[in-house]
């Protein structure tokens, strides 16, 4: 996804602390602390600092905004290599955790108390080798439908349970001159959502897909339930749902669409709806979520994002402090700090932290699926196998130049070549 620039003056606000970390003279520990450089994550650092500090004046927080995405990664992978990593780093949970080596590089958390607060559905993101190593340092997203209700309650819809109820209302918005489904693939990234956020549904469907996808026992081209998000991205652009200009609309664009409803639908993260409070108020309560509809109601549920984690060097001379550290952000007090920056997209995986009153209606409808304990992590939480072409080819079958099982074939090669570079077992 794409990250916002940062000015270095946001950054210098954080702390008036020298570099790297170490103790002085008066007792004051300074913990180095190692983020992304989008926004969002600047400014939940901010919060946790500022909140944290004021708490313990003796520990102040360095921080060191690197680059995102893939620059981002392979910097966070040989600071680890090399001994070189801040003390406390802000890093993704699930399969993307397993690169980075973490019995080696990483303090292992189980069973302290750091992670009392903790929801224990989400320790298994953080988890490799039977060993936990983070804590969550943000809020959950939904990944599934964004839906403006204005134009729900001027049509007299409500939020579908089945795809076929889906479709209905889709052939009920079209028919009251409103786009549709939303399909923004200028962002080539926007293409995979309609897939990805239909994991729910695979699982539901084939409860151990996860663990045989990562064995090489199944693919998703011979799983009716996996292939069933190219489906949806095929239907969609053949009913005419999509907007014009599909190819060439942005992100930005996409959720501008939604939120003065002009389109009714949008498959999106929650996570995407905060930053443009800003320019449109009206977004807090005016978009709401739902999960990708499968075929049976009484199983209806959503895709969870898992919050980034934050971790521990091994490689820390500071490692008490560090934890306490953690612990405040895995907390009420720390989620609270958080509230205060940035709305959540989503509730806090952390026991006793709720979401404000005025929280985000996305945030208020994903908390409705995690209640009635009708969600899943994202398959890349679960499996360490995720192929780097699948947004080229969901954008030609949601374009029609493509059938469905045939992109479904092409992923599952493209998955191949992945799952080989990583060495699992199970794939030749």
């Given at each position: 996804m794409p990250r916002a620039a940062v000015a270095a003056l946001t950054v210098v606000a954080l702390t008036a602390c020298g570099s790297g970390s170490g103790s002085s003279s008066d007792g004051t520990v300074t913990l180095s602390f190692l983020m992304g450089n989008d926004q969002s994550t600047v400014d939940?650092?901010?919060?946790?600092?500022?909140?944290?500090?004021?708490?313990?004046?003796?520990?102040k927080i360095k921080p060191e905004v690197i680059a995102g995405g893939s620059e981002g990664d392979n910097i966070v992978k040989t600071r680890l290599s090399t001994g070189d990593m801040?003390?406390?780093?802000?890093?993704?949970?699930?399969?993307?955790?397993?690169?980075?080596?973490?019995?080696?590089?990483?303090?292992?958390?189980?069973?302290?108390?750091?992670?009392k607060n903790v929801k224990k559905d989400y320790l298994p993101v953080v988890t490799q080798g039977g060993k936990v190593y983070g804590v969550p340092a943000a809020a959950a997203a939904g990944g599934g439908i964004l839906y403006n209700r204005k134009v729900y309650e001027r049509l007299g819809l409500k939020p579908p349970t089945t795809w076929a109820e889906f479709?209905?209302?889709?052939?009920?918005?079209?028919?009251a001159g409103v786009t549709p489904v939303i399909t923004t693939f200028k962002?080539?990234?926007?293409?995979?959502?309609?897939?990805?956020?239909?994991?729910?549904?695979?699982?539901?469907?084939?409860?151990?897909?996860?663990?045989?996808?990562?064995?090489?026992?199944?693919k998703f081209a011979?799983?009716?339930?996996?292939?069933?998000?190219?489906?949806?991205?095929?239907?969609?652009?053949?009913?005419?749902?999509?907007?014009?200009?599909?190819?060439?609309?942005?992100?930005?664009?996409?959720?501008?669409?939604?939120i003065e409803g002009k389109g009714a639908h949008y498959a999106m993260l929650s996570l995407t709806l905060p930053p443009q409070l800003a320019s449109y108020p009206q977004a807090a309560t005016d978009v709401g979520f739902f999960g990708i509809p499968g075929n049976d109601p009484a199983k209806h549920g959503a895709t969870v994002w898992e919050p980034p984690a934050l971790y521990i060097a091994k490689t820390t001379k500071h490692l008490d402090e560090a934890k306490k550290f953690l612990a405040f952000v895995a907390s009420p007090a720390g989620t609270a700090a958080v509230t205060k920056a940035v709305p959540p997209s989503g509730p806090y995986r952390v026991e006793g932290a709720t979401l404000p009153a005025n929280a985000l209606q996305v945030a208020k409808d994903l908390q409705a699926y995690l209640d009635r304990r009708a969600t899943t992590p994202a398959l890349e939480f679960l499996s360490p196998v995720k192929g780097p072409s699948l947004e080229q080819i969901t954008v030609a079958v949601g374009s029609g130049l493509t059938q469905p099982v045939d992109g479904a074939a092409q992923y599952d090669k493209d998955v191949a070549k992945q799952a080989k570079q990583l060495g699992l077992p199970g794939w030749g």
């Open positions: 939940t650092t901010k919060a946790l600092a500022n909140a944290f500090t004021q708490a313990n004046p003796k520990i801040a003390d406390v780093f802000w890093y993704n949970p699930g399969s993307l955790l397993q690169a980075l080596n973490p019995g080696q590089t990483m303090v292992d958390l189980t069973g302290d108390p750091v992670l479709m209905a209302n889709n052939d009920k918005v079209k028919a962002d080539t990234w926007t293409s995979q959502v309609m897939v990805l956020a239909d994991y729910y549904n695979v699982q539901a469907a084939v409860p151990t897909f996860a663990q045989d996808y990562t064995a090489g026992k199944t011979t799983t009716p339930a996996a292939v069933a998000g190219f489906q949806h991205l095929a239907e969609i652009h053949a009913k005419g749902y999509m907007n014009k200009g599909f190819g060439s609309a942005t992100n930005e664009q996409g959720l501008k669409m939604l």
